[in-house]
Structures are given as structure tokens and as C-alpha cells.
């Protein structure tokens, strides 16, 4: 009797570990499910957290090498560059050969455009291009009306700053023009000051063609115009040239003007 009484006992026993054995194991279940809530919404917000820093950094990616801002510099090498809205050059054209030879010396992506003004310059003057009394045109166009003031003076002031380093004294000028006188020059594979000196000798020459004056200078095209036109092609005292100039209808962004200087 004792020892059935010690079996049903003991098969109590075991039933009773069973059952504290399975409460057991559901506990520690669900202690181990409240900790991977955790760490799924911790999975989920950086998953979220990478998105939003992906996106972001896409942008300013896209935002930085989008050009807002277009500098072309013409001495005869003829130079294009495209500025971004945070003042650096993303790209560079040569219109030609000569173009190519400045931008084969001179590194000029990722510097500001100011850095790159200076180094433009002394390439120039190192390649024996720009000189006293030669003539250097610089154009901008830009849909930012607030910077557009702001850049035309900084390059200004970055050529001056170079050619007074190396003692010579040309001369310049700095004016805006329209994104239609831009896309037509480059059209033309020309750049907007020479397009404008070529569309001026052709209201005066009609037989002159881009393909004829695209070797020539834009001093040698403008002094062209003044013999057709008997000396009234001359560029007059502001910058102001007869036809096709830089206030001409076509060259004149809006905004403030800036004249031909003497530099320095």
C-alpha cells in the first residue's frame, strides 16, 4: 500500500515539474519576445534613420554637381566654366586649342571660380596669351539675380588681384548675359563675348561667319567691325560698343552693368 501510494506520489511529483517546468519556458518565451520588440523597432528606426541619410546625401550629391552659374573667359583661349551654387567649378570647356592648353595646366574643377579666375590668368600670361593692352572678356549668366552682382565683382577682382602679381596691364571686361545668348553661343562651340563681337561685325559684314572669325580674337574681330563701319564699332568709354556689345539687347542679363577696366 505504501508503495503505491509512493508511486502515485511520485508520478504527482513529475506531473507537478512538468507543469512548472512548461509555466518555465512560457515565461522565459515571452520575456525573450519582449526583447525582440524592442530591437525591431530599433531595426526600423535605423533602417528609417538610413533612408532619411541616403535621401539627404543624394540631394546635396545632385545639388552639388548641378551648375547654377556659367563663366566663360575668352583671351583667345576660350574657356567655359560651370560653377555650382556653392561657388565651386564642377566642369571645364575649351573652345579650343588653345583652351586646351590653358586646362591641361591648370586644375581648375572643384576650386572656387575665384581660385580659378587666378589660375586662368596666370596660365594665360605663362602661355604668352595675355599681356599689356590685350584684351580679356569675361561673361556670366546665372539665373540667381542675388549672386549675379556678387560674382561679376569677385571675378573682377580675382583677375585684378592676378595680373597685378605679374605687372601687366590689359584690359577687361565683366558683363552678364542671357541664357539664350549662352546656349546659342555654345551652340556655335564659341563663347558668349565672342558670339556677340561676331553678331556685331556681321551687322556690318554680312559676309563674316562664325566658322571665319572663330581663330580670330575678340580684339581682332572688334577691330574688323571698326573698319567696316568706319570707327563707330569702337568700344566707348563703360564698355559700351556700338552694336552687339555688352549692353547690346541679346548680351544684357538685367541687373547692374559692369564696364570695361584697365587692369589692375
Known amino acids: 500500500m505504501n508503495r503505491i501510494k509512493d508511486a502515485f506520489s511520485a508520478i504527482r511529483a513529475e506531473d507537478a515539474l512538468k507543469a512548472g517546468t512548461t509555466r518555465f519556458m512560457q ?14 523597432k530599433r531595426i526600423a528606426f535605423a533602417s528609417a534613420a538610413f533612408a532619411v541619410l541616403f535621401f539627404f546625401g543624394a540631394l546635396s550629391y545632385i545639388s ?14 576660350s574657356i567655359e566654366l560651370s560653377v555650382n551654387r556653392f561657388g565651386s567649378v564642377i566642369e571645364a570647356h575649351a573652345y579650343n586649342r588653345e583652351g586646351e592648353q590653358i586646362l591641361s595646366e591648370a586644375n581648375l574643377k572643384y576650386k572656387t571660380y575665384q581660385d580659378a579666375t587666378r589660375l586662368i590668368v596666370d596660365a594665360a600670361v605663362g602661355g604668352g596669351y595675355l599681356r ?26 580675382s583677375m585684378a588681384a592676378a595680373v597685378s602679381e605679374h605687372h601687366i596691364a590689359p584690359r577687361a571686361e565683366v558683363f552678364p548675359v542671357s541664357a539664350e ?23 556690318v559684314d554680312p559676309a563674316a561667319t ?4 572663330r581663330d580670330h580674337s575678340i580684339g581682332e574681330i572688334r577691330g574688323l567691325t571698326r573698319e567696316h563701319h568706319g570707327g563707330a564699332g569702337e568700344i ?13 539687347d541679346m548680351g544684357h542679363h538685367g541687373g547692374g552693368h559692369h564696364e570695361a577696366i584697365t587692369l589692375p
Not at 27 to 34: N, T, V, W
Not at 236 to 248: H, K, L, Y
Request: proline residues 5%; glycine residues 6%; contains cysteine.
Open 210 to 213: 562664325v566658322d571665319s572669325c
Open 236 to 248: 566707348e568709354s563703360g564698355g559700351r560698343q556700338a552694336s552687339g556689345g555688352p549692353d547690346s
Open 132 to 157: 599689356d593692352e590685350a584684351m580679356i572678356s569675361v561673361t556670366l549668366q546665372t539665373d540667381n539675380i542675388d549672386e549675379e552682382n556678387q560674382m561679376l565683382i569677385s571675378v573682377e577682382s
Open 27 to 40: 515565461a522565459e518565451i515571452q520575456k525573450a519576445s519582449a526583447k525582440k520588440r524592442p530591437a525591431g
Open 181 to 203: 545668348v549662352r546656349i546659342e553661343a555654345r551652340g556655335q562651340d564659341v563663347s558668349p563675348a565672342k558670339y556677340l563681337a561676331i553678331l556685331a561685325l556681321q551687322k
Open 64 to 77: 552639388y554637381f548641378t551648375p547654377t552659374a556659367f563663366l566663360d573667359f575668352d583671351i583667345n583661349p
